[in-house]
């Protein structure tokens, strides 16, 4: 079965720092492109950080660039977001995905093939 299992969400206050992990079973990350995506209530879904498989491009959207940090592992098979000064609107839950897309076309529009069930990340005082 193949599956994504992300942890390391919580409830940090504001300027605060967490670390996402995102860590693949049955199937091997180093093929892929890893994104990470958070939705906040009532918000859409949107792409934060994507990574390509060689770790040779990234992609962050604008409000987190200089505050968040996409890395990989790919001896343990796991795909990591840095994620330092937070900010109360970075609140929402934390998923990541896997696809075949470079990291503009995934954090983008496209989105992944295979979806982890998400971890809540809460910025409050």
């Known amino acids: 079965q193949l599956q994504l299992v992300e942890s390391g969400g919580g409830l940090v206050q504001p300027g605060g720092s967490l670390r996402l992990s995102c860590a693949g079973s049955?199937?091997?990350?180093?093929?892929?492109?890893i994104g990470w995506f958070r939705q906040a209530p009532g918000k859409e879904r949107e792409g934060v950080s994507c990574?390509?498989?060689?770790?040779?491009?990234?992609y962050y959207e604008d409000s987190v660039k200089g505050r968040f940090t996409i890395s990989r592992d790919n001896a343990k098979n796991t795909v990591y977001l840095q994620m330092n000064s937070l900010k109360p609107e970075d609140t929402a839950v934390y998923y990541c995905?896997?696809?075949?897309?470079?990291?503009?076309?995934?954090?983008?529009?496209?989105?992944?093939?295979?979806w982890g069930q998400g971890t809540q990340v809460t910025v409050s005082s």
């Open positions: 049955g199937f091997t990350l180093e093929h892929y492109t």
């Open positions: 990574i390509s498989s060689r770790a040779d491009t990234t």
């Open positions: 995905a896997a696809g075949g897309w470079v990291v503009e076309a995934m954090c983008g529009v496209m989105g992944g093939d295979y």
